[in-house]
Nanobody, 127 residues
Framework: QVQLVESGGGLVQPGGSLTLSCAAS????????MGWFRQAPGKEREFVST????????VYADSVKGRFTMSRDNAKKTVYLQMNSLKPEDTAVYYC????????????????????WGQGTQVTVSS
């Protein structure tokens, strides 16, 4: 079992920045890939970014490419999402997820490809 805890959400003005963190714990808290997803009210949960935990490669949704940066600290079992130039349409609950075992292909862009999820952290971009 793996537990994921997100933090760092909040209220920010358009054009501002936030950094989200996702810390993993549990008996097998390593994983092979992690992802960030977000869900706005009335919308489906959508892919934001993913990182290959061994090599550090990242893939982003087109909507955040060039503005968001995902990184990891394997020693701390933590991944980060640096969000810059935030827009009102970035407002959502942000979730991190982990693929715990057996990475047969990558990148993982669909929520069903991940094994464990955090509880989410709210990001609100508003003036």
């Amino acid at each position: 079992q793996v537990q994921l805890v997100e933090s760092g959400g909040g209220l920010v003005q358009p054009g501002g920045s936030l950094t989200l963190s996702c810390a993993a714990s549990g008996r097998t808290a390593t994983g092979v890939a992690m992802g960030w997803f977000r869900q706005a009210p009335g919308k489906e949960r959508e892919f934001v970014s993913t990182i290959h935990l061994s090599v550090g490669s990242t893939v982003y949704a087109d909507s955040v490419k060039g503005r968001f940066t995902m990184s990891r600290d394997n020693a701390k079992k933590t991944v980060y999402l640096q969000m810059n130039s935030l827009k009102p349409e970035d407002t959502a609950v942000y979730y991190c997820a982990v693929k715990a075992y057996g990475l047969d292909y990558w990148p993982l862009k669909f929520k069903d490809e991940y094994d464990y999820w955090g509880q989410g952290t709210q990001v609100t971009v508003s003036s």
